[in-house]
C-alpha cells in the first residue's frame, strides 16, 4: 500500500473544508420556510426597513423594524388609536447576542452574534385562526452561520401574543421620536 504524501493530504483536507465552508456560507435564506407557514422569500428588503424600536435582554440585543404599511399605521397612532393593524403589516425581529463595546469610552453593550430573525405577518384571508397574524422564527448557527426554522407552524408565536391582544397582537411600542 502506497502512502499519500502529506502535502496531498493537506491540500485536500483544506479544499474540502473551503468546499464545505463555501456551501456552508452560500445558505440561501430566501428558500427556507416555517412548516404549514411563512416563507423567509415574503420578507425580502427587511434589511432596509424602518426601526420601531430597540430592546435589550439579559445576554442580547434586538432591533424591531416594520414594512411601510406597518409604519404608516404605526404613525398614525395604531393601536394606540384603537384601531387594527391592516393585513400587509410586516415586522421582522433581528436578534443578536450582546457584547461589550471595547473601544467606547463609557459602558455601551452592541450587537455581537446574530441570534435569530422572527417576522410577523397580518394577512386575515390566509391566517383566520389567529386573528389574521402568522409568526416566523429562524434560529441561526453561529459555528456555520446558517439558519433553521423553529417551531412547528406559523401560529407557533400566537399564544404568547394573547397577552397583548388589545393591542393587535404587537408587542413593541411605537416610541417616541
Not at 19 to 46: C, H, I, M, W
Amino acid at each position: 500500500m502506497t502512502k499519500a504524501p502529506a502535502s496531498l493530504i493537506t491540500v485536500i483536507v483544506t479544499l474540502l473544508a473551503a468546499v464545505g465552508g463555501a456551501g456552508l456560507a452560500a445558505q440561501d435564506k430566501y428558500t427556507l420556510t416555517v412548516p404549514n407557514g411563512l416563507a423567509f422569500s415574503e420578507f425580502r428588503g427587511y434589511e432596509d426597513w424602518q426601526y420601531v424600536a430597540v430592546s435589550q435582554t439579559e445576554n442580547g440585543v434586538k432591533v424591531i423594524a416594520a414594512n411601510p404599511v406597518m409604519m404608516e399605521a404605526y404613525r398614525d397612532g395604531t393601536p394606540g388609536n384603537g384601531k387594527k393593524f391592516p393585513d400587509g403589516s410586516k415586522i421582522a425581529k433581528i436578534e443578536w447576542t450582546a457584547k461589550k463595546d471595547a473601544e467606547s469610552p463609557y459602558f455601551v453593550m452592541v450587537p455581537d452574534k446574530l441570534k435569530s430573525l422572527s417576522f410577523i405577518e397580518k394577512d386575515s384571508k390566509r391566517f383566520p385562526d389567529t386573528s389574521g397574524w402568522a409568526y416566523a422564527q429562524f434560529l441561526n448557527d453561529a459555528a456555520s452561520d446558517t439558519l433553521a426554522p423553529m417551531g412547528a407552524d406559523a401560529k407557533c408565536g400566537y399564544a404568547c401574543h394573547t397577552t397583548v391582544a388589545r393591542k393587535d397582537y404587537i408587542f413593541t411600542a411605537y416610541p417616541k421620536r
